[in-house]
């Protein structure tokens, strides 16, 4: 089974820390993910990386920057950490050439709350 | 506009019959469609899809979807439903566009709760 790993469950941050969220899958996938979760409204893309080094804006990337320097891992960085930051975060990951569309594979989410 | 409508917050269904979680789409191109399933304090599950070929398609858990094309709906059914269903399912569907790089939008969500 495909494993996709966030390093924390839960974090506290104070307002206009620098935070970094870990993300990483142990099955070669070429696409990953990043989505914030909050109530009514699903889940929102914030950046995705196609592959290493590659990286795209998603529907909501403002405060929010990425790094992808290894296949295995996708980093999320709150530049300056804001009270409306605090929501789900959940990271995905999907392997590609298969011919179809292939679906997505989540971590558990990490819940961030900025005081 | 590439949209998915989930129009239910919450479903509430008696252990043993029948459930259905609305959802409708608008999309460019063909549309790829999902189900997803999200239990308390855990990521999201796949449950099933639909890209092309029959309109009824089967998933995990007892779980199937019917596509229609017509009213532009990909509701998800199951034909008993067990407490052990009650978790927030939502629904997706993958961005036509050009350069949309096959990503996926997701609908608010619609929380099932089974009761005994």
């Known amino acids: 089974d495909v494993k996709v790993t966030q390093s924390s469950r839960y974090l506290v941050k104070r307002t206009g820390e620098k935070v970094f969220l870990e993300c990483v899958q142990d099955m070669d996938h070429e696409n990953m993910f990043w989505y914030r979760q909050d109530p009514g409204l699903g889940l929102r893309l914030i950046y995705f990386s196609y592959d290493v080094k590659m990286k795209e804006k998603g529907d909501i990337p403002e405060g929010y920057s990425v790094s992808r320097e290894k296949k295995e891992r996708f980093s999320l960085i709150l530049e300056s950490a804001s009270t409306n930051q605090t929501s789900m975060y959940l990271c995905?990951?999907?392997?590609?050439?298969?011919?179809?569309?292939?679906?997505?594979?989540f971590g558990n989410g990490t819940r961030l709350t900025v005081t | 506009a590439q949209s998915v409508a989930q129009p239910e917050d919450q479903v509430n269904v008696a252990e043993g019959n029948p459930l259905t979680v609305k959802c409708t789409y608008s999309?460019?191109?063909?549309?790829?469609l999902f189900w997803y399933v999200q239990y308390p304090n855990r990521g999201l599950q796949f449950l099933l899809k639909y890209i092309t070929g029959d309109n009824l398609v089967k998933g995990s858990y007892g779980f199937e979807a019917e596509f229609n094309k017509s009213q532009t709906s990909f509701h998800l059914k199951k034909p008993s439903a067990l407490v052990s269903d009650s978790a927030l399912y939502f629904c997706a569907v993958r961005d036509g566009r050009s350069g949309g790089y096959n990503k996926l939008i997701f609908g608010a969500g619609t929380r099932l709760a089974v009761h005994p």
């Open positions: 995905a990951s999907r392997l590609t050439g298969t011919g179809e569309l292939s679906p997505l594979h």
């Open positions: 999309v460019s191109g063909n549309p790829y």
